[in-house]
């Protein structure tokens, strides 16, 4: 767990290192949280609780993006440091870490949207106190999705409401996860909006098409109790992608998996299944933010084991792209329930 902490928190300081490269403004926002907790499951909901806390959010505007500047919607990249406190919580208070995309909607510089990815902490985890009791977060290390829209009564006064998810991946037990219905109010210090004259044309690059191939190594802990410790599987990917203009594009791909927790499964099962290979086919779509990306897709699976009971399955990710490379962390689940956690670098070829 240590190892995908430190290697998650480098990938956001590169990212916000990265953004620094470019001419960009820096801004500043500090708020005050309160919200609603609730168990991933409505069969414990005595157990939800109220919270409240502060965020405190670092940003960087770039204003040197041709394509977003005819548009006058920036995205902004951000680091955000939150803390809540949560009273009737099983775990514990929540501390969280995350990297922040936000872009307004539209033309409505008044209202934005945000997406946040990263990680969390919980101050009593059931891997720390040993609490049966704690059915929600095992481990201390957790994800945490966060989806948020905000609305500037002032230029620097703000509200904003969120949903947020912490869950581990199934990367210890257990792992029913802890959603939340937050309300922020804030203050921006710092400036936010490029003071530039905006160009009277407009210049959209022409669709064009590309070949990508990626290899994504994950792993997971068992849901079956009777083995302990992690497995692994590898995916392969092999993809066509369409795009319609710089910041967005669309296609389908064929993967290859070699499964390592299904020969242990199988081989205690008289090996009614002895190739741990799937084959899957997936549509999908992927949104680019300069350097950011986020990709996400769903399809059956065409070839599959015993293991798995769903005939389709999801994935969605984000990445950092640099010349035709990029790297990124992605979540592979089927009909919703995430099986494992995948660490992902694939090359683009260009078609045209």
Known sequence: MRRIFMTSLAALIAIAGKAQ???????????????????????????SSITY?????????????SYWRVRRHFPSFGVKVSYAYIPKSLAGDRIGLTGLLRQSLGK??????TLGLGLSAYTRPRSI??????????????????LGITYRPAEQLYVAAHVLHTSNGMLMWP?????????????????RIPDLPYPNSK??????????????????????????GYYFCYDLSLYLEHYTSPTFAFGGAVDLWY??????????????????????????????????????????????SPQVTTPFYERAGAYYNWNHNYLGVAVNAHGGRVEFVEWTYGHRFSLD
């Not at 001419?23 to 069969?43: E, F, K, R, T």
């Not at 959603?179 to 400036?191: E, I, P």
């Not at 205690?268 to 190739?275: D, I, K, P, T």
């Not at 741990?276 to 949104?287: I, Q």
């Open 129 to 146: 106190t040993g609490d049966t009791n704690n059915i929600f977060i095992g481990s201390l290390v957790n994800c945490l999705i966060d």
């Open 203 to 228: 210049t959209v690059p022409s669709p064009q098409n590309e070949f990508g191939i990626a290899f994504s190594p994950g792993c997971v802990m068992s849901r079956d109790r009777d083995f302990d």
């Open 108 to 113: 409505r510089e008044k209202w934005e949207w």
């Open 175 to 191: 792992n029913m996860g802890l959603n939340y219905l937050q309300l922020d109010l804030g203050y921006t210090f710092g400036s």
């Open 53 to 65: 806390g502060m965020d405190v959010t670092m940003w960087n505007r770039g204003i040197d993006t």
């Open 259 to 304: 499964n390592f927790c299904d020969t242990r499964h199988l081989d205690r099962e008289e090996g009614v299944y002895r190739l741990p290979l799937y084959v899957s086919a997936m549509a999908m779509m992927e949104f680019f933010w300069g350097p950011l990306s986020v990709k996400a897709g769903a399809g059956p699976v065409i070839v599959g």
């Open 21 to 47: 490269e470019l001419p960009c403004l820096h801004s500043w926002d500090v708020s005050i949280n309160s919200g609603y907790m609730m168990p991933n499951n409505g069969q414990y909901s005595d157990n």
